[in-house]
């Protein structure tokens, strides 16, 4: 059987920004006069935008990150983060982590995060284990997207507890390395605002977020 985040990894290469920009932008227009008020900020960022440019992101060398595959209509997105830079902000804001049971966030290990090869895994336990959960991305269930092997070989080896990040939506947008994947995320709050009616976030908190975009390599 065939890996599933192997077959994303590969489709997501062959995704289109600017068509999945421009499907997201019509739809908005279409809807309702709350949608075209919100589409003209995209239309206006896409008509000045390169998106197709800066797509397959560039991975930083030497750098821990890890790929978060969304299916869209359009394709595969891959959002980029930068673990790393998750960890230090970690540091930096003192933030503790919370214990909970590996049977209850076990669902947010994707088996095609899992190594099955035990010669093939190289421990690399320099940054903690980390789940993010939003509305918007993961359909507000847990995704890991650090330590999946740690989370698993927990619930493997039927240990009580174990220590995680939990990161809701706005709290991961700083681990985000590229502007697209800022931009697709806050493209698609706007869209499940108008299209499905859904604001998990208060408008008030997405204003003190700049949209004034910088897509460059």
């Known amino acids: 059987m065939q890996n599933r985040i192997e077959v994303f990894e590969r489709q997501s290469r062959e995704f289109n920004p600017s068509f999945h920009f421009?499907?997201?932008?019509?739809?908005m227009e279409k809807t309702s006069s709350y949608g075209m008020q919100l589409a003209s900020k995209w239309r206006e960022l896409l008509n000045r935008s390169k998106l197709n440019e800066v797509y397959p992101v560039v991975h930083p060398i030497g750098k821990e990150t890890f790929?978060?595959?969304?299916?869209?209509?359009s394709g595969i997105f891959e959002y980029a983060l930068d673990i790393d830079l998750a960890t230090s902000l970690?540091?930096?804001?003192?933030?503790s982590p919370i214990k909970v049971s590996p049977k209850n966030i076990i669902d947010a290990v994707d088996p095609g995060n899992i190594n099955r090869d035990p010669a093939k895994i190289k421990p690399n336990h320099k940054n903690p284990v980390m789940i993010i959960q939003s509305y918007y991305l993961t359909n507000n269930k847990y995704y890991c997207i650090n330590g999946n092997h740690r989370i698993f070989e927990a619930y493997r080896n039927g240990?009580?507890?174990?220590?995680?990040?939990?990161?809701?939506?706005?709290?991961?947008?700083?681990?985000?390395?590229?502007?697209?994947?800022?931009?697709?995320y806050f493209l698609e709050m706007d869209a499940a605002r108008v299209?499905?009616?859904?604001?998990h976030i208060q408008q008030?908190?997405?204003?003190?977020y700049p949209?004034?975009?910088n897509f460059s390599r």
């Open 195 to 199: 299209l499905n009616n859904q604001q």
């Open 211 to 213: 949209s004034n975009f």
């Open 22 to 27: 421009e499907l997201r932008i019509k739809e």
């Open 159 to 184: 240990e009580r507890e174990i220590e995680v990040y939990l990161f809701k939506d706005l709290e991961f947008l700083p681990f985000f390395y590229d502007e697209l994947s800022k931009a697709t």
């Open 67 to 73: 790929s978060l595959y969304a299916d869209y209509p």
């Open 204 to 208: 008030s908190e997405l204003e003190q």
């Open 90 to 95: 970690i540091k930096e804001k003192g933030m």
